[in-house]
């Protein structure tokens, strides 16, 4: 199946940061999308996906609008390759280094 895939985004968003490792998990090539924080400075996002709520997914002529959503598109549409479940260890494996460093004092306290 050919790829043709737009994500509207932002990095900070906690929703369209799950749903880029649900598009690596896949294997899936895809275009990120910057949008601005503002929601009334994204006039681009409206005229492309019609909505001002990240994330979007754009998919062919599909529009996907909302972390659940595109989840559930990409779990429909798409097979999990068998190193999903590596991607998502070395995922875990690197938040818990980056909660360990922005965190020490936390870290230490769990058993």
């Known amino acids: 199946m050919l790829n ?3 994500l509207w985004q932002t990095e900070w968003c906690p929703a369209s940061r799950r749903v880029r490792q649900r598009l690596t998990e896949l294997g899936l090539t895809y275009t990120a999308r910057p949008v ?3 929601p009334e400075k ?3 996002l409206e005229r492309a996906t019609g909505h001002r709520s990240i994330p979007v997914l754009i998919a ?7 972390e659940q959503a595109i989840l559930t598109y990409l779990d429909s549409h798409y097979t999990e390759p068998a ?4 991607q998502r260890a070395k995922a875990a494996k690197a938040k818990r280094k ?3 460093t922005a965190c020490p ?6 058993p």
Do not use: H
């Open 42 to 44: 994204r006039a681009e």
């Open 98 to 100: 980056e909660l360990e």
């Open 83 to 86: 190193d999903a479940v590596e």
């Open 4 to 6: 043709n895939l737009e």
């Open 36 to 38: 601005p924080v503002a």
């Open 60 to 66: 062919g002529e599909e529009i996907v609008d909302g």
């Open 105 to 110: 004092e936390l870290m230490s306290a769990t």
